[in-house]
């Protein structure tokens, strides 16, 4: 397993996406990346990372991590492990904190991901409503 550190200077996470991130952010996109993809390869870890950067630096979501993990609209959570309280227990391991720190320091899969799933069924909201990418591991990639 490859070791990347990022460094924090007055409470922000030094990165090289171009983003402004809080200790706070990154404290979230740890979790978030594990309770979707902490059964995954390394990969497929780096992916969901990458989808969540990719969001914070769209127009059409919120400007910050933390802001695009917890987004709801109309109610309903972008996340599912939000939804269900799995992102509040969920305990990182090493292998998704190297993994995050790889895409916080620009490893990416791809700059088209804004959005996954963990299946790819024809009548699902991801698959009627966006452009499907391509299938890495347990999830289905979208923009």
Do not use: M
Not at 23 to 51: C, M, P, S, T
Not at 78 to 88: D, L, M, T, W
Not at 110 to 121: A, C, D, G, I
């Amino acid at each position: 397993v490859e070791s990347v550190n990022v460094t924090t200077n007055s409470g922000y996470v030094k990165n090289n996406v171009g983003l402004t991130i809080t200790e706070d952010d990154y404290y979230w996109l740890v979790k978030i990346v594990h309770a979707e993809a902490g059964n995954q390869d390394e990969k497929g870890r780096i992916l969901v990372a990458n989808a969540i950067i990719n969001r914070v630096k769209s127009d059409v979501f919120p400007d910050s991590i933390k802001g695009v993990i917890f987004q709801a609209s109309g109610g309903i959570y972008q996340f599912s492990p939000v939804k269900n309280g799995f992102i509040y227990n969920v305990n990182a391991d090493q292998t998704t904190i190297n993994c995050v720190n790889r895409a916080l320091n620009g490893e990416c899969y791809s700059e088209e991901v804004l959005y996954f799933s963990s299946q790819k069924s024809p009548y699902s909201w991801h698959n009627t409503n966006l452009a499907y990418l391509f299938t890495y591991g347990d999830h289905a990639f979208y923009k």
